[in-house]
Structure formats: C-alpha cells, structure tokens
Nanobody
Framework: QVQLVQSGGGLVQAGGSLRLSCAAS????????MGWYRQAPGKQRELVAT???????NYADSVKGRFTISRDNAKNAAYLQMNSLKPEDTAIYYC???????????????WGQGTQVTVSS
C-alpha cells in the first residue's frame, strides 16, 4: 500500500515562490508516474505536471515556464517548484502516483492529502 504525505504549501505574494514536497511511504518504482494536480474552489481538478521515472515531464499550459516538477526515486519523493506565482495559482495541490504492473499496465492511483497554496495580489 502506498501512502503519500505532502508538505510545503502556504501563503505567498504574487511573484513569489513555493516548493511542494511529496513523500511516499511505500516503494515507488521507476515505471510508476508521479504528478501534481490542483483544484480551485468551484472548479474541476486539473493536471499541473507529471513526470516519469526516467525524467520525462509535461505541464499544463498555465504553469509552463514557471513550475518545475522533479522526483527522487531513491527517496520515493516528488517535488514541485513553483516560481512567479500568480493569484490564479491559488488552489489545493495534490500529489499523485500512478503505479504500473511489471508488464506496464496501469495498476492504481494514489493521492496525497492535499496542500493549500494561496497567492495574494
């Protein structure tokens, strides 16, 4: 069983930076994908960024060039560096792990508890 614990949220002024961390209690394998999602009040949860075990990442257009996702496979951890933050980035951010079977098929998704990020203007 995989459990994800997040940290690093908080309140920051527009233009500032925050770094989110996600630590997995279970083993995360290179074949598993990790990512960050967010949900603002009254809106659907949206993908922010994902990263494969080999370092291939993708980003939502709204954060491209400002956010950087990374992972440390040895530490079973993922990170989201958020720079040039905007009020529109205000949301609850969730860490995600999509695990796969050895054969490559999707196994299960696991989610962190969520971390509030508030950006003031």
């Amino acid at each position: 069983q995989v459990q994800l614990v997040q940290s690093g949220g908080g309140l920051v002024q527009a233009g500032g930076s925050l770094r989110l961390s996600c630590a997995a209690s279970g083993t995360i394998f290179t074949r598993d994908d990790m990512g960050w999602y967010r949900q603002a009040p009254g809106k659907q949860r949206e993908l922010v960024a994902t990263i494969t075990g080999t370092g291939t990442s993708n980003y939502a257009d709204s954060v491209k060039g400002r956010f950087t996702i990374s992972r440390d496979n040895a530490k079973n951890a993922a990170y989201l560096q958020m720079n040039s933050l905007k009020p529109e980035d205000t949301a609850i951010y969730y860490c995600n792990v999509m695990t796969r079977w050895l054969g490559g098929g999707r196994r299960a998704d696991y989610w962190g508890q969520g971390t509030q990020v508030t950006v003031s203007s």
